[in-house]
């Protein structure tokens, strides 16, 4: 499909005084929450987590909503309307996922990156965790970031483009930058509070909509009975979990909830929850929400395969807005457009701030500027995120791969280059600087030849990447000499506090304790 020519596709998105209405609207909020929370930005920590002040609600959508990012409007609905519900498995995969990183890794990570000298970002738990004077973690970790979050910000920007081209008879390239702008408006002027305040609401509405939209459309086809029955007549097999799936590609389908083990702008989320008693409401809120916009998700594809059954998309991925235009008045149009603008921007906002930190934090600081002011790091941070969001837009203008395929990429790449090394380092106590630097290439390695070598048409990379980060820090671990006491006695101090049920005194340091 040639996206600068949205005449090709089956429906004209007729709406556009009501789409500019919601969308001035939407903007008009986003850019105020923006101001607000540059209001309330005083420093680094501030800018890139908040300052640890995020409640369990917040944080739950906040971490949802910049995790589902476009795949699960466009994405998901896509792989659904095209093949079926054996794409469910991923979804399946995801959820399991999504529990076990809140269950297992939130509480301990949160404790963890305080007290190893209040870690703002991934890679800096981790550099202080196994105390690594050498800069050896915050090397690889940065360049990781900054390859893999540059193909995720470009799916997600390719979205918007999209989105806003077919709505306002945009040329691509024009609603590429437009939509790119947006977002670095207001992520560079608020940081983490902006992004986070504006994932909440965004979360919000990507529920809503996507589970009034099957339900609406589904009522003008005469109801489930007479639609399933009307297109297994076109695709018989459509229904079956199954079907064409080999085992290795279901276990690769089922893994890409390992990818929740190493997202660094998820597990920021876990990083800034104002306390560790904040958590259970947070995996509450979270695992509601995303159970039910997934299969909101899949309903809309489902849906979709109904409508468009005699007239297939040109893209598969645009069934959402094909569907919604049917289905609804202009003024709801209006809304579900922007909330599909939304999910774009809830992804890149925090990819760009987990890129921009890496660059900031994690290169700049750590490497060249160590007495910084927190007013200078917080201009280089701003400035890394219109570098990142260049290159970004010029993977997104090329238009070779799909929005499902950068994402799948991305993923990937995030979750074997840092899954293995976050959960041992949390987990294992022999675990060694040593051991995470060579997990996290091999990782990040396989995933790449895996990719380029063709091999994921019969496995996902993810989790052949994982495997080889795991037996990377495992081995190079136990051959490594052993961590110093004064590490161990910290790991010891991390789980004493996990382990306690009751109210304990802050941290010495810190003024905002992770138990209070």
């Not at 918007?160 to 207001?186: N, P, R, V």
């Not at 039910?292 to 594809?301: K, Y």
């Amino acid at each position: 499909m040639d996206i600068n020519s949205p005449s090709t596709m089956p429906f004209a998105m007729p709406h556009h005084l009501s789409a500019i209405v919601a969308f001035i609207l939407y903007l008009s909020i986003v850019m105020l929450v923006g101001l607000i929370a540059y209001m309330a930005t005083r420093n680094l920590s501030d800018y890139v987590l908040g300052g640890r002040r995020l409640g369990g609600a917040v944080a739950a959508l906040s971490a949802g909503a910049s995790d589902m990012s476009s795949w699960l409007l466009m994405g998901l609905p896509g792989a659904i309307y095209v093949s079926g519900l054996k794409e469910v498995w991923a979804v399946v995969g995801l959820v399991v996922g999504a529990y076990c990183s809140w269950k297992f890794i939130a509480k301990p990570l949160r404790i963890y990156s305080e007290v190893a000298k209040d870690s703002v970002t991934v890679p800096a738990y981790l550099d202080n965790r196994f105390r690594d004077d050498s800069k050896k973690i915050r090397m690889v970790a940065a360049l990781a970031t900054l390859i893999f979050f540059t193909f995720y910000i470009a799916s997600g920007l390719l979205a918007g483009g999209i989105l806003l081209s077919l709505t306002f008879k945009l040329e691509y390239s024009t609603a590429l930058w437009l939509g790119a702008f947006i977002i670095m408006l207001y992520t560079t002027i608020g940081g983490f509070l902006a992004v986070s305040w504006t994932d909440f609401f965004q979360g919000t509405l990507m529920l809503f909509c996507l589970l009034l939209a099957p339900f609406f459309a589904i009522q003008s086809l005469g109801g489930w009975d007479a639609g399933i029955q009307k297109l297994l007549l076109v695709q018989p097999n459509y229904l079956e979990w199954t079907k064409g799936l080999t085992a290795m590609k279901l276990i690769g389908l089922f893994s890409w909830g390992l990818g929740y083990l190493g997202m660094p702008h998820i597990l920021v989320r876990f990083m800034a929850v104002k306390t560790v008693k904040e958590i259970p409401l947070a995996r509450t809120v979270c695992m509601w929400w995303m159970s039910l916009s997934m299969v909101g998700a899949v309903l809309v594809g489902m849906v979709g395969a109904i409508h468009f059954c005699n007239c297939p998309l040109d893209n598969n991925e645009t069934v959402f807005m094909a569907l919604a235009e049917q289905a609804f008045t202009p003024w709801i149009m209006g809304i579900i457009l922007a909330a599909i603008l939304s999910s774009s921007m809830c992804a890149v906002d925090s990819q760009m701030l987990a890129a921009s930190s890496a660059i900031t934090e994690d290169i700049y600081r750590s490497m060249f500027r160590r007495k910084a002011s927190q007013r200078e790091l917080m201009w280089v941070g701003r400035g890394a995120v219109a570098l990142i969001a260049v290159i970004a837009i010029f993977i997104a203008g090329k238009k070779s791969h799909s929005i499902m395929q950068l994402i799948a990429f991305a993923w990937a790449g995030l979750g074997a280059t840092f899954g293995a090394s976050v959960v041992f380092s949390l987990f294992w106590k022999r675990c060694t600087r040593n051991g995470v630097v060579v997990g996290m290439l091999l990782g990040a390695a396989t995933v790449i030849v895996w990719r380029f070598a063709g091999f994921n048409v019969w496995m996902y990379e993810l989790l052949p990447g994982f495997l080889a980060s795991s037996l990377g820090v495992v081995i190079v671990s136990l051959l490594d000499r052993a961590p110093t006491p004064e590490i161990i006695a910290e790991f010891d101090q991390v789980w004493e506090l996990c382990r306690s049920e009751t109210d304990i005194s802050p941290l010495p340091v810190h003024s905002n304790s992770v138990l209070e």
